[in-house]
């Protein structure tokens, strides 16, 4: 059984192989990079065979070539660079009598596969594996046929169990690998296609609830100041009421839009003490409507590199949630500090907190637990935005005492730097 021993060695190496190209293909999820490693398989593939070919007499050499030949040939229609290989590897014998022989019948397999490739690839998953296998085992016999009209002195039973055992069964065994493969693509494929209907649907019902909401509540107050009678101060009011609302559907606009495109279009240095103060200005009426306190202690010193938008997109959401989390008052307070290398941002409330299974959810598309009142869409895209600005965030909830966010992102180059401090810059009226 000299042969079948060979053959089976040489099925285990194309099948560790495959593994190997199986585990590259899985992480790197890309269609282009699926088809290089196939082509590439099916090419060391067959230089494999060739190295560990049998050596039956002078002239005749045996080894399972048709394997990958047939597999790459069916399956990725491969068959004209498959049987270029096989001529080339034939050709390095010596350009012989054989050669050509092999040149036209390559030549023309090759051909006949390359036109049979489509009919097949249209053929149940069942019904390919059956074909390929069935096909091998037809070209099994005809070498067997070959070998026994040539009259070659062979051991029969050790050639014969050979040829019809071992192609077909590594023909199986690709060919299922390669079906139970395309089978998961195509799950993970409409995987994501529904999760991005989903995400549309969410969209749509989010945008009619938290914008119609605020926009409903702006024409109301439209409608109320085109009473030519009103007082000046009740207009004034109602005005900073109109621009709050306006405000707040932007919002919203605004998380959307960071939540389907995160990257940062446009770096620019931002001085981040000065770009908190802006948050804690444009914060102030809710604070002040909270009765909640804000403390700061900017010691920090440097620039970051940033998008200003967006920087101030993620600040608001997170100083938003922590003077929401303080309905009856407290204190919100912010310090920034800095080492030579990273800029440190500390956002501490006193506020309700949260659970360790709420902090390990922020996040989270919709996760929100003020029902009606949250989008849960505010600290998705502060995340989103911190990665993007290749920072950190660490949060530290206790409930009850309340919340600490701790953000870092590396400073910029240390020539432009200047010194900031304040503290105490607003204070609520409790
Ligand atoms: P939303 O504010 O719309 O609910 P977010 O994504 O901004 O959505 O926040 C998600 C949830 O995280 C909030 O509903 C809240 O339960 C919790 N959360 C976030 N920040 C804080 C905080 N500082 N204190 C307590 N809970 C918080
Ligand atoms: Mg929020």
Redesign the pocket.
Known sequence: MELTMHFLFNLSLLIVLLFFCLLGVEKSNSHRVYKITAVLYFVVALIICNIFSYRLNDEMVLDLRIVPFLIGSLYMGLSPLLGLVLVSIRGLHGIDLGFFAGLIFYGLFSFLIWRISPWFYKRTSKQRILYSVSTTIVVSLMILIGIEILNVPIQTFDVWFAYMVVPPLGVAMISCSIEIINKNLLIRNHLVKSKKLEVVEQMGAAISHEIRNPLTSAIGFVQLMEDDSLEKETRAQYLAILKEELESAERVIQDYLTFSKPELESLEKLNVNEELSNVLKLLYPLANRNSVEFTSNFSAVGLIEGNRQKFLQCFI??M???I??MPSGGVLSIKTESTTQNITIIIQ?T????TKE?VSR??EPY????GGG???????VVFSIVRAMKGTVHVN?DIGT??V?EFSFKLCKPETQESYDESTVFLGNR
Do not use: I
């Open positions: 959401n997170v938003k949630n922590a929401e989390s409330d506020g309700m907190g949260m709420q922020l996040g996760y929100t637990t003020k949250g989008t849960g869409l505010g600290m998705m909830s309340g919340s966010f």
